[in-house]
């Protein structure tokens, strides 16, 4: 069966510090990736996806950036953390399109 | 646009009580419908998936249905541990990828 990690669960940070949250995958090959954020009381939003090793898409411009050295491997990561970077870090797999997409357990990331 | 809104926003009911969650959406070509389950400080959990209108899903005490417009998610005679934050994603064939769109979520808590 499949399963998806990530790590760190929880991160506390300084405003100005670099991140990198890694999310791995077991027991499946070349899935789409995916990160997405959710700020408290609200839904999940798109930041990175990638179908392949190499390949990433950003859906809205901001301090992040997203690398997948290996098939199963999805890395997040800043150079200068913000405040607004502050929220919960999921990272989502998906085999053949439309039968969903499944979430790892998050990383809570706390910017101060 | 593609769009998902989901009502209501907070949800109270007695063990036992039985009640509906809804889901609005619009979507340019409707690849699947999903809901899922969401604990506090942890990742989605995947419930169900919704291909075409009429089309029906149960799991325990959940039911998924589906309209051209909107999804149903009924809830039967629900026990305290069915308290949890409910989201609906629409996946849609626009894109070139299998973007899902969120809604903000129903949070349900279930008093004994």
């Known amino acids: 069966s499949q399963t998806i990690h990530q790590w760190p669960a929880t991160l506390v940070q300084p405003v100005g510090s670099p991140l990198s949250l890694e999310c791995t995958v077991e027991g499946t090959s070349n899935p789409n990736l995916y990160w997405y954020r959710q700020a408290a009381g609200r839904g999940l939003q798109l930041l990175f996806y990638s179908v392949g090793i190499g390949q990433i898409s950003s859906e809205v411009p901001q301090n992040l950036s997203a690398s997948r050295p290996q098939d199963r491997q999805f890395i997040l990561s800043s150079k200068k953390l913000l405040l607004s970077d502050s929220g919960f870090y999921l990272c989502?797999?998906?085999?053949?399109?439309?039968?969903?997409?499944?979430f790892g357990p998050g990383t809570r990331l706390l910017v101060l | 646009e593609d769009q998902v809104t989901q009502s209501p926003e907070a949800l109270r009911l007695q063990e036992g009580e039985s009640s509906s969650l809804n889901c609005s959406y619009t979507v340019s070509g409707l690849r699947g419908l999903f809901w899922y389950r969401q604990d506090p400080g942890k990742g989605p959990e995947f419930l169900f998936t919704l291909y075409s209108a009429g089309e029906e899903k149960e799991k325990e005490r959940l039911k998924a249905t589906l309209t051209k417009k909107e999804s149903f998610l009924h809830i039967t005679a629900p026990k305290p541990e069915d308290s949890a934050t409910y989201l609906c994603?629409?996946?849609?064939?626009?894109?070139?990828?299998?973007?899902?769109?969120f809604g903000a979520g129903t949070r349900l808590a279930v008093h004994p």
């Open positions: 989502a797999w998906e085999g053949l399109a439309g039968l969903g997409q499944y």
């Open positions: 994603a629409v996946q849609g064939f626009s894109g070139g990828y299998n973007k899902l769109i």
